[in-house]
């Protein structure tokens, strides 16, 4: 069933956070809480297993660092591992996360939803989250989670749109099927914000960590005079990925090679010999990836 044309007016800002105020619970994909109760009710349950399911779904990941760093818990610090969040909580908690709320293979069938594929959407979350990891380790960012969740996380404004304006987003899906290239004006021009702007506000909404934030919010905008290798890698690794086809963003634009501000911000003082040994290192996990995220959605 296809969308029909509708007039669409945009939103006023406050109208907009307003809503996302009230978006607590993202849909989740089917397979991934499959996987997830299934290691749940073995009799050898694994802390690492479970966080390894979460890691692989952007929407149980966000739901499980908010419940991590809800008030009630007194944290005075944001926690950015998914196992330190698993073994914390508890798997009770952790089962609650994979029933709650409706599961987001329901919207491939869901007719205001139609074109937007989100087994694909995943595997493109997935393989960035994979990539931003990788290039962050020939860096001096800290060895944990955060690049990962960075990557994980960049596109999450997408999933917002779909579940908190439904309507909007199928007319987003609708012009740009009618071959409108220029995602990011589209959804301004429909909904009166990007979805990098939206997945932002969504994470500080669940206080997240800063770094997560400023990744969704700024994985489409020039590094010209930035420093933020975090926001550099997600941007390079959001573009190789996209690049190889693995997966489907939703952009129809096909990407310009990654960014040379980028990676200049990532690897300042790399020379010739750096640069090719990491472009080699991050080839080879390309390679790699397409299986893996066959079996990973």
């Given at each position: 069933?296809?969308?029909?044309?509708?007039?669409?007016?945009?939103?006023?800002?406050?109208?907009?956070?307003?809503?996302?105020?009230?978006?607590?619970?993202?849909?989740?994909?089917?397979?991934?809480?499959?996987?997830?109760?299934?290691?749940?009710?073995?009799?050898?349950?694994?802390?690492?297993?479970?966080?390894?399911?979460?890691?692989?779904?952007?929407s149980l990941t966000?739901?499980?660092?908010?419940?991590?760093?809800?008030?009630?818990?007194?944290?005075?610090?944001?926690?950015?591992?998914?196992?330190?969040?698993?073994?914390?909580?508890?798997?009770?908690?952790?089962?609650?996360?994979?029933?709650?709320?409706?599961?987001?293979?329901?919207?491939?069938?869901?007719?205001?939803?139609?074109?937007?594929?989100?087994?694909?959407?995943?595997?493109?979350?997935?393989?960035?989250?994979?990539?931003?990891?990788?290039?962050?380790?020939?860096?001096?960012?800290?060895?944990?989670?955060?690049?990962?969740?960075?990557?994980?996380?960049?596109d999450v404004g997408?999933?917002?749109?779909?579940?908190?304006?439904?309507?909007?987003?199928?007319?987003?899906?609708?012009?740009v099927g009618a071959?409108?290239?220029?995602?990011?004006?589209?959804?301004?021009?429909?909904?009166?914000?990007?979805?990098?702007?939206?997945?932002?506000?969504?994470?500080?909404?669940?206080?997240?960590?800063?770094?997560?934030?400023?990744?969704?919010?700024?994985?489409?905008?020039?590094?010209?005079?930035?420093?933020?290798?975090?926001?550099?890698?997600?941007?390079?690794?959001?573009?190789?990925?996209?690049?190889?086809?693995?997966?489907?963003?939703?952009?129809?634009?096909?990407?310009?090679?990654?960014?040379?501000?980028?990676?200049?911000?990532?690897?300042?003082?790399?020379?010739?010999?750096?640069?090719?040994?990491?472009?080699?290192?991050?080839?080879?996990?390309?390679?790699?990836?397409?299986?893996?995220?066959?079996?990973?959605?």
């Open positions: 069933m296809a969308c029909p044309p509708a007039p669409f007016h945009p939103l006023a800002a406050a109208d907009i956070l307003g809503r996302v105020e009230e978006c607590q619970n993202l849909p989740a994909l089917s397979a991934t809480t499959s996987a997830l109760r299934e290691i749940l009710n073995g009799e050898n349950q694994n802390t690492q297993q479970i966080a390894e399911a979460i890691r692989r779904d952007p966000t739901r499980l660092l908010r419940q991590m760093n809800t008030v009630q818990f007194g944290l005075s610090n944001p926690v950015a591992r998914i196992d330190q969040a698993v073994l914390y909580l508890g798997t009770q908690h952790v089962r609650e996360l994979a029933d709650a709320g409706p599961i987001m293979e329901e919207l491939d069938t869901w007719p205001r939803s139609v074109g937007f594929n989100w087994k694909h959407f995943w595997q493109h979350c997935i393989g960035t989250a994979v990539i931003t990891h990788e290039l962050c380790a020939f860096t001096d960012l800290p060895k944990d989670d955060t690049p990962y969740l960075a990557g994980l996380l960049h997408k999933i917002v749109m779909a579940f908190a304006f439904a309507d909007h987003f199928c007319e987003v899906r609708r012009r071959g409108e290239n220029d995602l990011l004006r589209v959804e301004r021009e429909v909904l009166g914000m990007d979805h990098a702007e939206l997945g932002a506000h969504y994470l500080g909404r669940h206080r997240l960590l800063a770094p997560l934030i400023a990744a969704a919010k700024f994985h489409h905008t020039s590094l010209a005079g930035s420093r933020n290798k975090l926001v550099a890698a997600v941007q390079i690794a959001n573009t190789l990925i996209r690049q190889a086809k693995l997966g489907h963003s939703g952009h129809p634009l096909a990407p310009a090679n990654a960014a040379l501000d980028a990676w200049k911000v990532l690897l300042p003082r790399a020379d010739a010999a750096d640069r090719t040994r990491i472009r080699q290192s991050i080839a080879e996990t390309m390679a790699q990836l397409p299986a893996q995220l066959k079996s990973l959605a």
